[in-house]
C-alpha cells in the first residue's frame, strides 16, 4: 500500500512561486506519477505527470513553462513559478502502478492519491 502526503502549499502573491512536495516511502514500481488540481466548482484536472514509459514528462497548457515536475526515490516535487490567481486550488499527487492506455494527465486510473494541498494565489 502507497501512502502519498502532499505538502508546500500556502498562500502566495502573483508571480510568486511555490514547492510542493509529495512523499511517497517506497516508490518503485510505478507507470505514471501526476500532479492534478481543483478549484472550487470545477473538475480535478492534470497539471504534469510523468509516463514511465519513455520516461516522457508532460505539462497541461496552463503550467508549461511556469512548473516543472520532478522525482526521486521517495517524493514527487511541482516547482511552481510565476504563479497566477487561476492557479488558485487543491494540488493533489497521484501514482499509477497498472499499465495504462491513456494519457498520463488523464486522472483515470490513478490507483493512489494524497489528502491534497491547498495553493492560494492572491494579492
Known amino acids: 500500500q502507497l501512502q502519498l502526503v502532499e505538502s508546500g502549499g500556502g498562500l502566495v502573491q502573483p508571480g510568486g512561486s511555490l514547492r510542493l512536495s509529495c512523499a511517497a516511502a517506497?516508490?518503485?514500481?510505478?507507470?505514471?506519477i501526476g500532479w492534478f488540481r481543483q478549484a472550487p466548482g470545477k473538475d480535478r484536472e492534470g497539471v504534469s505527470c510523468?509516463?514511465?514509459?519513455?520516461?516522457s514528462t508532460n505539462y497541461a497548457d496552463s503550467a508549461r513553462g511556469r512548473f516543472t515536475i520532478s522525482r526521486d526515490s521517495n517524493s514527487i516535487y511541482l516547482q511552481m513559478n510565476d504563479l497566477k490567481s487561476e492557479d488558485t486550488a487543491v494540488y493533489y499527487c497521484?501514482?499509477?502502478?497498472?499499465?495504462?492506455?491513456?494519457?498520463?494527465?488523464?486522472?483515470?486510473?490513478?490507483?493512489?492519491w494524497g489528502q491534497g494541498t491547498q495553493v492560494t494565489v492572491s494579492s
Open positions: 497521484a501514482v499509477d502502478t497498472v499499465t495504462r492506455n491513456n494519457p498520463c494527465l488523464n486522472r483515470s486510473g490513478y490507483r493512489y
Open positions: 510523468i509516463a514511465r514509459r519513455g520516461m
Open positions: 517506497g516508490l518503485t514500481q510505478w507507470t505514471a
